[in-house]
């Protein structure tokens, strides 16, 4: 996949030490994700509002065990969105360099469409994050959301900043 972005804390406004280096002497934790596009029938994208940090997220999350980057996106629309999906495309790669968390993470991004679309999905409760809220938005309007909020959290500044960057490579 292609590499879309590094994200630094520099750049989130989170430290002031160069984007060239690292934290030396701890052990850092590689963590490897996935995020969706996720359209439905009427080509809205599936957005989760996490109201406990003030931003907007993709479906998406980490793998389990030996799933495949496309097992793992397949699980989390089904926990996320209580639906079936069809993963008709990837979009890239974005690395984030949590230093604080001492996190060095890999998102990969993927394109898909609900299939069971003779009910508009629902979330379960399982894999979900407390307080957060699904919604369905045109592809601009979920950009537009996106930029409208000013993330609270620390994890919350580097998701914004991930997903907008999935959203606006798909948007071009």
């Not at 599936?46 to 003030?54: E, P, R, T, V, Y």
């Not at 996320?80 to 990837?90: F, G, I």
Request: hydrophobic fraction near 30%; charge should be negative.
């Amino acid at each position: 996949m292609e590499l879309l972005r590094e994200i630094y804390e520099r750049e989130l406004g989170l430290s002031g030490r160069d984007g060239s280096s690292r934290r030396h002497g701890g052990n850092f934790w590689m963590r490897r994700t996935v995020r969706g596009i996720i359209f439905n029938a009427r080509y809205e994208v599936a957005l989760l509002h996490i109201k406990n940090g003030n931003y907007y997220k993709l479906p998406g999350g980490g793998l389990k065990g030996s799933e495949s980057l496309e097992m793992a996106m397949q699980r989390k629309v089904r926990e996320e969105l209580d639906a079936k999906v069809e993963l008709t495309d990837h979009i890239g790669l974005v690395i984030e360099y949590r230093d604080e968390r001492e996190l060095l993470q890999f998102s990969y991004g993927y394109v898909g469409q609900i299939l069971n679309t003779e009910k508009e999905p629902e979330r379960s409760e399982e894999g979900i994050e407390p307080g957060s809220v699904l919604s369905w938005h045109s592809l601009k309007d979920a950009i537009g959301l996106m930029e409208g909020k000013k993330p609270t959290t620390y994890e919350g500044q580097f998701i914004q900043e991930r997903d907008l960057c999935f959203l606006k490579q798909l948007h071009r």
